[in-house]
């Protein structure tokens, strides 16, 4: 069966950099794009990131666009999330997923992914 896998996560201060991967099995996965999202307690899930099925196209949330890089290594089955200049509001769980359809737009809606990991915490202090 498929299975998403984050790791990476942890305690980071402000204006820390942090690196979050998310290894992936059980599909083939460089027919898939690959996103993130991050949901922080009491609120909906956000869109933060999202990389083509080669890597030649990337989408960010307006939230990190400039601070956060995505990228992925086919070879090792693998995507991360470059986090740079952290601040406490990225504080959340970051999940990675998995999308077998291309998206006219963004593909920045929950309902656009079809596989999902368990989340890694990210906490970052002030």
């Known amino acids: 069966q498929v299975q998403l896998v984050e790791s990476g996560g942890g305690l980071v201060q402000a204006g820390d950099s942090l690196r979050v991967s998310c290894a992936a099995s059980?599909?083939?996965?460089?027919?898939?794009?690959m996103g993130w999202f991050r949901q922080a307690p009491g609120k909906d899930r956000e869109f933060v990131a999202d990389?083509?099925?080669?890597?030649?196209?990337?989408y960010y949330g307006d939230s990190v666009k400039g601070r956060f890089t995505i990228s992925r290594d086919n070879a090792k089955n693998t995507v991360y999330l470059q986090m740079n200049s952290a601040k406490p509001e990225d504080t959340a769980v970051y999940y990675c997923?998995?999308?077998?359809?291309?998206?006219?737009?963004?593909?920045?809606?929950?309902?656009?992914?079809?596989?999902w990991g368990q989340g890694t915490q990210v906490t970052v202090s002030s």
């Open positions: 997923a998995a999308r077998s359809r291309r998206t006219l737009g963004v593909p920045s809606r929950v309902q656009d992914y079809d596989y």
């Open positions: 059980g599909l083939v996965f460089s027919s898939y794009g």
């Open positions: 990389i083509s099925w080669s890597g030649g196209r990337t």
